[in-house]
């Protein structure tokens, strides 16, 4: 049996009242202090003299605390090594079958109908005709075992199998010179990543999971995998891929999230 997970939640209202813009502050910054590029440079309690403002204010703080997130993503950025490999683990270790991980309950999943699914390209792409499943299953597979990293601070050792994203994005003609690779879903889940890490050796579209086909929970018939990101960057039940230099956001980026999320 899979595990059902609460989805992050960074502004969803707690038994009913909206969270106050302290609430909203403290776990702004517990995220940022995760990631310990800020560690012990301020505090909740210093915020009123940082930004002039009550810690009641929600705009001016949220605004203030997104600035040192998107500091925070371009540091990230900066330090990324494109060709450096994630660390890989045996076959032994490999969790069967993957953690279920959404914004909603297992018991919601709506299966997708493979014999009407198509994934759709556009944006920067010069062949945008869309592919089936059988046309994605009968290019070339490679297979990864690496470790997936929940924001919620949960991890598990993953086996996956599928079409490298690099490779594919070369083969239908995508400007691999444009900012954002984004995704949509069958599920209404939107996503994004950054270029270097879409042409990241460890970046699959994956369509196995311990050589078996990835089942409906678990994003079938196609979802994103990537080694450098944490799990809410690897979006399933992918239904399109857009190469764009327009940044597009995501469904848990768009709530507060940090965008570029690198592990």
Known sequence: ?????????????????????????????EDINRRKLLRGAFSVGALGMLTGC???????????LR??????????AMLFRPNHL???FSEAQVVKPPRYNAFYEIEDVKPVDVS?????????????????????????????IVRHICVEGWDYIGQWSGVNLRQFLERV???????YVAFRCADGYTGSIDMASALHPQTILATKYARDPIT??????LRLRTAVKLGFKNPKWITSIEVTNVYPGGYWEDRGFNWFSGI
């Open 216 to 221: 409906d929970p678990f994003g079938y018939p």
């Open 116 to 144: 009407r699914w198509k994934l759709e390209l556009a944006g920067l792409i010069q062949n945008k005709a869309p592919w089936t499943a059988e046309q994605i299953a009968a290019l070339p597979q490679q297979e990864w």
């Open 1 to 29: 049996m899979s595990i059902k997970t609460p989805s992050p939640s960074l502004f969803r209202p707690s038994n009913g009242v909206e969270k106050t813009a302290l609430d909203q502050a403290k776990q702004i910054v």
């Open 173 to 179: 003609g995508a400007d691999t010179k444009a900012k």
């Open 86 to 88: 994630a660390p890989t």
């Open 67 to 76: 600035s040192f997130s998107s500091f925070n993503d371009a540091i990230q």
């Open 54 to 64: 009550s810690v009641t204010e929600t705009a001016p703080i949220q605004s203030f």
